[in-house]
T-cell receptor
Framework: QKEVEQNSGPLSVPEGAIASLNCTYS??????FFWYRQYSGKSPELIMS????GDKEDGRFTAQLNKASQYVSLLIRDSQPSDSATYLC??????????????FGRGTQLTVWP | GAGVSQTPSNKVTEKGKYVELRCDPI?????LYWYRQSLGQGPEFLIY????????DSGLPNDRFFAVRPEGSVSTLKIQRTERGDSAVYLC?????????????FGPGTRLTVL
């Protein structure tokens, strides 16, 4: 079982719609969760971090965390063509010296069409 | 302020050669991380430093890979006897401290191609 799993997509939504991206993780002791956006040919850009159960909103982005279900999601409201990118879910485990490392999913490719 | 910088942006080398990849973290960030990313995959952890010492090098694939951070700032990832399978984008990230709640910010990456 992989540490972090994402539906690779592609996910295609029309402009103005809500895009929903999902991620599950295997280590129940995980403490922090991140969403990165990666445009084609570019490096990952941090867009959201979440540490506690529930929702965290930042502009058009909402991250949702459910530790009991080992599930984290990212909602993008009013999707724009400029949101078209690969979205990477990353998880930080709680394992002594590995505290610093992030485990990444393969990413979900999102396309927002006008 | 300036973000994480990496040089070179592209490196093409021949199988068996030695390469060095450089990372300059965000000023004031004490933790530095190396990942590599193959096409269609998420970044894969290699090593991280807290200050000058390697806190976790468990992601280095074999002893051909080595990284240093002698003064606690700039880091160099060194790959000996390169193989075609080493071709990937090598990403560097930094954070204020190492730990579960510290956000990591990535540099632009070095695309390594081994012919």
């Amino acid at each position: 079982q992989k540490e972090v799993e994402q539906n690779s997509g592609p996910l295609s939504v029309p402009e103005g719609a809500i895009a929903s991206l999902n991620c599950t993780y295997s280590d129940r002791g995980s403490q922090s969760f991140f969403w990165y956006r990666q445009y084609s040919g570019k490096s990952p850009e941090l867009i959201m971090s979440i540490y506690s159960n529930g929702d965290k909103e930042d502009g058009r982005f909402t991250a949702q965390l459910n530790k009991a279900s080992q599930y984290v999601s990212l909602l993008i409201r009013d999707s724009q063509p400029s949101d078209s990118a690969t979205y990477l879910c990353a998880v930080n485990h709680r394992r002594g010296s590995t505290l610093g490392r992030l485990y990444f999913g393969r990413g979900t490719q999102l396309t927002v069409w006008p | 302020g300036a973000g994480v910088s990496q040089t070179p942006s592209n490196k093409v080398t021949e199988k068996g050669k030695y390469v060095e990849l450089r990372c300059d973290p965000i000023s004031g960030h004490t933790a530095l991380y190396w990942y590599r990313q193959s096409l269609g995959q998420g970044p894969e952890f290699l090593i991280y430093f807290q200050g000058t010492g390697a806190a976790d090098d468990s992601g280095l694939p074999n002893d051909r890979f080595f990284a240093v951070r002698p003064e606690g700032s700039v880091s160099t990832l060194k790959i000996q006897r390169t193989e075609r399978g080493d071709s990937a984008v090598y990403l560097c990230a930094s954070s204020t401290l190492a730990g579960a709640f510290n956000e990591q910010f990535f540099g632009p990456g070095t695309r390594l191609t081994v012919l």
